[in-house]
């Protein structure tokens, strides 16, 4: 069974620009998160998809992030325009909906961002 | 509004000792508790949960936790260090219920020396 897949694994731009991370859940996995950690901090959660929905985007810095599913499958979190301080690892996650929250979350390796 | 401590952002062991990653929750109601390890260039992986069920939780890699609710605590443990086990690893609570987003603890560097 194929894992998380997040891609790129590393994007490297100059403030200003604009930014798209992709992320693809395992297979059957209707729930789909986005997670960010910023250099010495801790990893904090952005947002909660239920197949193309939005559950929960509590975390979302501010409204220069957006984030999409289309027909519920792979995920994007654009960046526009990217700040210094949105430099940080983000990470995706996925689990399953049988069994509620009692379900692990599977995390991809994660795209590394740096904004110069 | 639940929170995770780590204590110690770094630990440090010899192969062979014993682990022991502290981590304690501060939640009105016990949570699900995980701990998620983080090898060089690689992804969160699972190691164990708790989820109400027994209160020592055996995971992967000889690894296993203990819930204590008096304490609030869910300390990770391993008897023997092994050169492999030298990762960051991170505590992490959910609420039992609707809301699925984990909170994590700041991690802690596990470092084994020869």
């Known amino acids: 069974e194929a894992g998380v897949t997040q891609f790129p694994s590393h994007s490297v731009i100059e403030k200003g620009q604009t930014v798209t991370l992709r992320c693809d859940p395992i297979s059957g996995h209707d729930n789909l998160y986005w997670y960010r950690r910023v250099m010495g901090k801790e990893i904090k959660f952005l947002l909660h998809?239920?197949?193309?929905?939005?559950?929960?985007e509590s975390g979302m810095p501010n409204n220069r992030f957006l984030a999409e599913r289309t027909g519920g499958t792979y995920s994007t979190l654009k960046v526009q325009p990217a700040e210094l301080e949105d430099s940080g690892v983000y990470f995706c996650a996925s689990s399953l909906s049988e069994g509620g929250s009692n379900q692990p979350q599977h995390f991809g390796d994660g795209t590394r961002l740096s904004i110069l | 509004a639940q929170s995770v401590t780590q204590l110690g952002s770094h630990v440090s062991v010899s192969e062979g000792a014993l682990v022991l990653l502290r981590c304690n929750y501060s939640?009105?109601?016990?949570?699900?508790l995980f701990w998620y390890v983080q090898y060089p260039n690689q992804g969160l992986q699972l190691l164990l949960k708790y989820t109400s069920a027994a209160t020592l939780v055996k995971g992967i890699n000889g690894f296993e936790a203990e819930f204590k609710k008096s304490e609030t605590s869910f300390h990770l443990t391993k008897p023997s260090a092994h050169m492999s086990d030298a990762a960051e690893y991170f505590c992490?609570?959910?609420?039992?219920?609707?809301?699925?987003?984990?909170?994590f603890g700041k991690g802690t560097l596990l470092t084994v020396n020869p």
């Open positions: 992490a609570v959910r609420k039992v219920g609707s809301n699925y987003k984990l909170t």
């Open positions: 998809f239920v197949k193309e929905s939005k559950q929960d």
């Open positions: 939640s009105s109601v016990p949570p699900y």
